[in-house]
């Protein structure tokens, strides 16, 4: 994979085309904190084990259970010093810092208040996408015939791969060659095929508008892939563009490669389908069918690079298995719900995405801490690999270029959250007495910012509390 070049533009430019994304976390560019060559492509390729319920355990074989409580008041002087450092001067704080083992609350600042949280909404998608399924689950593109129409119906892998199917990797773990060779053959067997079929492409998942309609395309179109229920590696025809529709550059990939096989089409449509007919048609034969890495890979994908296609299309599956509409308000309504039902919603927890692109997502440090607190001490709960497969300081994802040179490796487990307004990190630390702590985060700036001040002054905090305790 080749590395990124850096864009040189300016602050301003940047803000107005970048108005709503991950931008220091994942983009080389301007805004990049530390050296280039260590910051993490948006889609690094990952090797995520995939049990059926995941554990902390690259955190975990470090901790020492007995290890002393770490000091209060330290912490409390650390998140002190944080409000008041000249890089958040006039910003908004929320942070909060609890010991994994007790669930005791040991420093907070302003801890419950609703503010503007990013990316760290990606960790309630995570969750709520896990317990609408299971870390196990797989996500078929399935192909069935009526007539002379075979419809492909994509159930939610947006990483398929052009060609064979990779079942060692994450992107591209399913491939549309090896669809296309199972209809083929199908076909081969049947002798009343006379003349070229029709392919249409069922989007059966969502129904609202591509991009979420708070935002103008221009300014949100580089950075996530319009919501389609399928999609060949997200859609991503080159940095920073996708295709303007996902479905249909899927179906004329297909074509191709049904051609190869023998197979001609006479055209590529795509279709919508409202649920119920989904169904009936699922309950269909099969022509063919290919599944997607784990769902625990996935959501490690989303967490690591901070994905927001990925999310988006979680958002709309779990809109989908709890009847919720299919748009972005049944997206967040869906999120939330299973959030309820968890014990893990608050007056201050309110989402409108599944991506965190939106200012409107709103979360206080205590509902982030929440969150992980409960993935933490969950015990075979589906949902814990989403806080197993956090991002790991100097090792993976939007982490791999941060904490160099303070002793830190692999001691801060968490997701990253940047917007031009803010600046966040929540996750799990461990102490240099290996006593595991939660913490969440949260800056809201008084005007759009350059992250890096922020960031700083953030991880000096953390330091000083894992290397001081």
């Known amino acids: 994979m080749q590395k990124k070049s850096v864009v040189a533009i300016t602050l301003l430019s940047l803000f107005t085309g970048y108005i709503l994304a991950d931008v220091s976390d994942v983009v080389p560019g301007v805004l990049t904190v530390g050296e280039i060559e260590n910051a993490p492509l948006p889609y690094p390729e990952l090797q995520v084990p995939s049990p059926e319920f995941a554990d902390f355990t690259t955190l975990n074989q470090d901790v020492t259970w007995d290890a ?182 899927l179906g004329e990939s297909l074509a191709t490669q049904l051609a190869e096989q023998g197979v001609a089409v006479s055209g590529v449509q795509v279709v919508k389908m409202e649920k119920q007919e989904r169904i009936k048609l699922e309950k269909l034969p099969l022509l063919g069918e290919i599944k997607s890495a784990t769902l625990s890979e996935i959501t490690a994908l989303m967490l690591q690079t901070s994905d927001n296609s990925l999310a988006e299309v979680g958002g709309a599956l779990i809109a989908d298995k709890a009847d919720f509409s299919p748009d972005f308000a049944g997206s967040s309504a869906g999120v939330q719900a299973v959030l309820s039902r968890l014990g893990l919603t608050s007056d201050t927890l309110s989402l409108v995405d599944a991506s965190g692109l939106n200012l409107a997502n709103k979360m206080s440090a205590q509902d982030v801490g929440n969150i992980l607190h409960y993935l933490w001490q969950c015990q075979q709960c589906k949902a814990k690999s989403a806080g197993a497969n956090l991002a790991v300081s100097q090792i993976s994802g939007t982490l791999a270029g941060r904490y160099h040179g303070v002793g830190l490796t692999a001691n801060i487990h968490a997701k990253t959250g940047t917007l031009p307004t803010v600046s966040s990190l929540a996750g799990y630390l461990l102490t240099k007495a290996n006593r595991p702590l939660i913490f969440a985060v949260i800056v809201n700036h008084r005007e759009e910012t350059a992250p890096e001040p922020v960031r700083a002054a953030i991880d000096s905090a953390l330091t000083k509390i894992t290397v001081n305790n």
């Open 68 to 249: 002393p409580p770490a000091n209060e008041q330290q912490i409390a002087q650390a998140l002190t010093e944080l409000a008041a450092d000249p890089a958040l001067a006039g910003d908004t704080l929320g942070a909060i810092v609890i010991d994994a083992l007790s669930g005791k609350v040991l420093a907070q600042h302003h801890s419950e208040q609703a503010l503007s949280v990013a990316s760290l909404t990606k960790i309630a998608t995570a969750v709520a996408w896990l317990e609408s399924f299971n870390p196990a689950h797989r996500f078929t593109t399935s192909a069935y015939q009526v007539d002379n129409t075979i419809y492909v119906v994509p159930n939610g892998d947006i990483l398929l791969g052009m060609g064979a199917g990779d079942l060692t990797a994450v992107n591209g773990h399913a491939g549309l060659q090896d669809l296309a060779e199972q209809i083929a053959e199908k076909i081969a067997q049947n002798a009343q095929h006379t003349q070229d079929p029709v392919l249409q492409i069922v989007e059966g998942y969502w129904q609202g508008t591509p991009y979420h309609p708070h935002f103008p395309e221009s300014d949100i179109a580089p950075w996530v892939m319009p919501v389609a229920s399928g999609a060949i590696n997200r859609a991503q025809i080159a940095d920073y563009t996708y295709h303007s529709s996902p479905l249909q550059q």
